[in-house]
C-alpha cells in the first residue's frame, strides 16, 4: 500500500530527496556506445527516463527507451533525444516538484542547479513508496489524484502562502471592474439619451463572463495528462470561434428580443444583441486562449486562466456594447 509523503516534509528543499542512481547518456556518444554503457554501468532501480547531460554534465535532452532500442547503433545520441526537458531547479521544495509533476504528468524529473547541471533525479517515489504500473493509464491517473490530493493538504497549510498565490490574479478582476467603470463614464453621453442600456448592462457582462468561465473549464479538461502546442492552440481557438458566435447569437437573440418587448426599442434591443454576440464571442476564444497559453509558457492555468480571461471578457464585453449604442443612437 502506497503512503504519502508527511505534510511537514513538503517545505523541504528537493535536492535533498534527489537519488543519484538515474540513467544518464552522453550527448557525444552513438547509440550503440550509450547502450554499451548501460550496460557496463546498470542503474540498480527502475528505468524510467534516459537523461542526456554534456561533458560538463549539464542536462541537453531525454531520450525515449523506444527510440534507443530502436534506433541504428551508430545513430547519434543527440540525433534521437528531445531536447526540451522539464527540470525541477535544486532550490525548489518538496511542493513545487508536486506541481510539476501533476502540470506535467511526468513520473520522474531531474533537479539541476543554476547552470542546468543534474545534481540527481526526484520522482513519484517521493510521494508514494512503489511506483504503480508504467503501462496502466487508470494506475497512472490515480497516481497523479494521489499526488494532487497531498499537494492540496500542504497548500492548505500556508494560508497566506495561497493568499500571495491567487490574490494577484484576482487583482486582475479587481482591474477589469474598475476600467469598465471608467468606460461606461466615457459614455455617459449615450447612456444619459438612452437610459434602458444601463439596466441590460449586468445581463450582457454576465453572458460573456459565463461563456469565458465554461470555455476556461473545457480547455484544462481537454490540456489534461497532454502538452500542447501553438498549432493545437490555432485549431482551438478557430473551433471556440464557432461555437462562440452561435452561443452568442443565440443569448444576444433571446435579451434582445426581451429588450424590444420591454422597451418597444429597436435601436436597443440591436445593442443587446451584438453587445452580446461580439462579447460571447471574444469570451469563448479566451476562455481556450488563456490555459493554454498559459500551459505553453510554463505557467500553472488552474488558478491565473479564470481570472484573467473574465477580466479579459468585462472589458471586451463593455466596449463593443457602449461603442455600439453609441453608433447607433448616437
Known amino acids: 500500500m502506497a503512503t504519502s509523503t508527511p505534510i511537514s516534509n513538503l517545505n523541504d528543499l528537493v535536492s535533498a530527496h534527489a537519488h543519484q542512481d538515474f540513467a544518464q547518456l552522453s550527448l557525444n556518444h552513438t547509440v550503440g556506445e550509450a547502450l554499451d554503457s548501460l550496460r557496463a554501468h546498470p542503474p540498480k532501480g527502475r528505468i524510467v527516463y534516459l537523461y542526456v547531460a554534456d561533458t560538463d554534465g549539464r542536462l541537453s535532452g531525454v531520450v525515449p527507451i523506444r527510440r534507443l532500442l530502436l534506433a541504428s547503433p551508430a545513430t547519434p545520441v543527440a540525433e534521437i533525444m528531445v531536447g526540451e526537458v522539464v527540470a525541477v531547479p535544486a532550490t525548489a521544495t518538496v511542493l513545487d516538484a508536486c506541481e510539476f509533476f501533476i502540470q506535467h504528468r511526468l513520473l520522474a524529473l531531474p533537479v539541476v542547479d543554476g547552470e542546468r547541471r543534474i545534481l540527481g533525479v526526484v520522482d513519484v517515489e517521493l510521494h508514494t513508496e512503489e511506483m504503480t504500473d508504467l503501462d496502466d493509464a487508470d494506475a497512472r491517473n490515480n497516481l497523479f489524484q494521489s499526488v494532487g490530493v497531498t499537494l492540496e493538504k500542504g497548500r492548505g497549510t500556508a494560508s497566506a502562502s495561497g493568499f500571495r498565490r491567487r490574490f494577484p490574479w484576482l487583482g486582475a478582476n479587481l482591474a477589469a471592474g474598475i476600467i469598465a467603470a471608467f468606460l461606461s463614464g466615457m459614455f455617459e453621453d449615450v447612456l444619459n439619451r438612452a437610459v434602458a442600456l444601463a439596466f441590460f ?130
Open 201 to 330: 448592462i449586468p445581463v450582457v457582462l454576465n453572458m460573456a463572463e459565463s461563456v469565458s468561465s465554461q470555455s476556461v473549464s473545457l480547455a484544462l479538461l481537454a490540456l489534461h495528462g497532454q502538452r500542447p502546442t501553438w498549432k493545437y492552440l490555432f485549431a482551438r481557438l478557430r473551433g471556440e470561434l464557432v461555437t462562440g458566435l452561435f452561443l452568442g447569437l443565440a443569448a444576444g437573440a433571446v435579451v434582445g428580443l426581451t429588450a424590444l418587448a420591454w422597451r418597444g426599442n429597436l435601436r436597443i434591443a440591436l445593442c443587446v444583441l451584438g453587445g452580446i454576440a461580439g462579447g460571447v464571442v471574444g469570451a469563448a476564444v479566451l476562455g481556450v486562449a488563456m490555459p493554454t497559453v498559459l500551459r505553453l509558457v510554463r505557467l500553472e492555468p488552474r488558478v491565473a486562466a479564470g481570472p484573467v480571461a473574465l477580466a479579459g471578457a468585462d472589458v471586451i464585453t463593455i466596449l463593443l456594447y457602449l461603442n455600439l449604442a453609441r453608433w447607433l443612437l448616437g
